[in-house]
């Protein structure tokens, strides 16, 4: 999963991953990233994992970042105001996951981003 917090926002993912007890050797791999964009805002991950069978194997990886004052300074100095920069960040965080929508749709929750990210920088 990926989840965008801003503002005075929290961003909670909340997952439960079941094996059969027929499912031998099954596998699961989850992974959570977080993008916190401001100082009021945070990310909760809560995982449940239920297994019912001894052979299987479950992972869990859980990341939150934030938006570097480094990352700003690089977008700044080539021209992008505070807006653009932070657009631009989140739409490379949220690349992997556009990309895999239908180009309308991809188009359309670019703009919503867009939307919901005014007034939450500065």
């Known amino acids: 999963s990926k989840g965008i917090a801003a503002g005075n926002s929290d961003n909670t993912y909340r997952g439960l991953v079941t094996t059969h007890p027929k499912a031998k050797g099954a596998r699961n791999f989850t992974q959570c990233d977080s993008l916190l964009i401001g100082d009021k805002c945070g990310a909760h991950t809560v995982p449940y994992i239920e297994s019912k069978t001894r052979t299987a194997t479950f992972e869990h990886e859980a990341t939150t970042s934030k938006i570097s004052d480094d990352m700003m300074f690089y977008c700044r100095s080539r021209g992008l105001d ?5 657009a ?12 895999q ?5 991809m188009a359309e929750t670019q703009k919503l981003i867009g939307i919901s990210l005014e007034g939450s920088v500065g």
Request: hydrophobic fraction near 55%.
């Open 101 to 105: 929508l239908p180009m309308e749709f």
């Open 88 to 99: 631009l960040v989140v739409n490379g965080f949220v690349r992997d996951v556009l990309q």
């Open 82 to 86: 505070e807006e653009e920069a932070v």
